[in-house]
Each structure stands twice: as structure tokens, then as C-alpha cells.
């Protein structure tokens, strides 16, 4: 099946840092990919939209000089945090989209803490 | 505006009993529902998809349903086991450019021995 990974799991950082996340589709190829946020006992908030050679579709409110988005590839994409601070800590959590899917299904991949001291 | 309602936001069962989770939505134009369980401190993993033809599915223990004139689903779980518990969150796929998703906010779900 569709496998996503996340690196790291777990990133704890001084403020003023900035901090990359990578996300790959281990088993399959993907066009796009999406970036998630979720912050304690809420559901997952979509912050951006990757698409492979071009550039990300930030959701309203998602500052994108602030989580920088690259899709290189069709199995890559990261995101950087940069300058964080302590209210940027949070579960980032990715998606890839496998078109293969009849229903274009999205997976998951396992998220990454970031604590932002 | 397209949105997608969980009930109840946290049960507690007793191992080896069932539960239902309810999940309305108003997402239009409707593609597809699917039912994540997401572990603490994981990402979603999918347990059932449906589309509006499909009335319901089944995935070892779990069961969905879905109501596609009412708009509503269920998940059902039988016979709970500690690992469940979980929260459950349910998510529909507006058919439309980028098939985009929205979620419900989850329901918690907490077996005890």
C-alpha cells in the first residue's frame, strides 16, 4: 500500500530558528502533496497545497515568507519553518495524493512535533 | 459553506463493548467520506472510504454508513479492544478542482479495562 514518511518525528529548536520538514511518498509517485497543522485536541487544519515544479497554494491566514514550501520532486516535498517561535509549535502532518486511487486518496504520513522553546 | 460535524467529541466505553460515531455534512458537491483513526501523536490512517452509491463498508471490526440523502454517516465499532482508543475523524471530498477535503473535528474515543 501507499506509505508516506515524515523527517523528523520530533524537532525541538531555539526561537529565531528555522526548521525543515520532509515529507516523502515512499511507494508511489505524487503530483501534490499537502501540508497539515494540528494543535492539541483539534482536528487537522490545511495550511498549503505542494505541487511538484511549481509554486505552493497557501490557505487564507498561512504566512508563505514563514512556512516555505519546495516539491522538487515527484516524491519530495518540504517544509520550512523559518524564524520560529513558540507559537509555531505544533504536529505538522503531510499528505501525498496517489492518483492511481479511484478515489484519489490522500495518505497520511506520521507527523512531526515541534517545540519551539 | 462546506462543513462536516462529529458526535459525540469524546465517548469512554468499556472493553468488548460497541459504539457508533455519528458525522453530518454539508460538502457540496459531494465525492467521497472516509473514516481516519488517528492514534495520539500519529497521522490518520484510513479505515473506510465511500462514495454517495456505497451504504456501507466494513474494515475487520469497523463499520460505516452512509446516508448520502440525509448527508449523514456512522462508524461502527464492535466488540472495543483497548487499541481503539483512538480518535475518529471523519472526512468528506468535495467533488470538485482538487478534490479537496474537509474534516470533522474528531471524535475521542477511550476504551478502559
Known amino acids: 500500500g501507499a506509505v508516506v514518511s515524515q523527517h523528523p518525528s520530533r524537532v525541538i529548536c531555539k526561537s529565531g530558528t528555522s526548521v525543515k520538514i520532509e515529507c516523502r511518498s515512499l511507494?508511489?509517485?505524487?503530483?501534490?502533496m499537502f501540508w497539515y497543522r494540528q494543535f492539541p485536541k483539534q482536528s487537522l487544519m490545511l495550511m498549503a497545497t505542494?505541487?511538484?515544479?511549481?509554486?505552493?497554494?497557501?490557505e487564507q491566514g498561512v504566512e508563505k515568507d514563514k512556512f516555505l514550501i519546495n516539491h522538487a520532486s515527484l516524491t519530495l516535498s518540504t517544509l520550512t519553518v523559518t524564524s520560529a517561535h513558540p507559537e509555531d509549535s505544533s504536529f505538522y502532518i503531510c499528505?501525498?495524493?496517489?492518483?492511481?486511487?479511484?478515489?484519489?486518496?490522500?495518505?497520511f504520513g506520521p507527523g512531526t512535533r515541534l517545540t519551539v522553546l | 459553506k462546506n462543513q462536516v460535524e462529529q458526535s459525540p467529541q469524546s465517548l469512554i466505553i468499556l472493553e468488548g463493548k460497541n459504539c457508533t460515531l455519528q458525522?453530518?455534512?454539508?460538502?457540496?458537491?459531494?465525492?467521497?467520506l472516509r473514516w481516519y483513526k488517528q492514534d495520539t501523536g500519529r497521522g490518520p490512517v484510513s479505515l473506510t472510504i465511500m462514495t454517495f452509491s456505497e451504504n456501507t463498508k466494513s474494515n475487520g471490526r469497523y463499520t460505516a454508513t452512509l446516508d448520502a440523502d440525509t448527508k449523514q454517516s456512522s462508524l461502527h465499532i464492535t466488540a472495543s479492544q483497548l487499541s481503539d482508543s483512538a480518535s475518529y475523524i471523519c472526512v468528506v471530498s468535495g467533488n470538485n478542482a482538487g478534490n479537496m477535503l474537509t474534516f470533522g473535528g474528531g471524535t475521542r474515543l477511550m476504551v478502559k479495562p
Open positions: 505542494s505541487n511538484e515544479g511549481s509554486k505552493a497554494t497557501y
Open positions: 499528505s501525498a495524493r496517489d492518483v492511481r486511487s479511484s478515489y484519489n486518496e490522500q495518505f
Open positions: 458525522c453530518n455534512y454539508t460538502v457540496s458537491p459531494f465525492s467521497n
Open positions: 511507494d508511489f509517485q505524487a503530483t501534490t
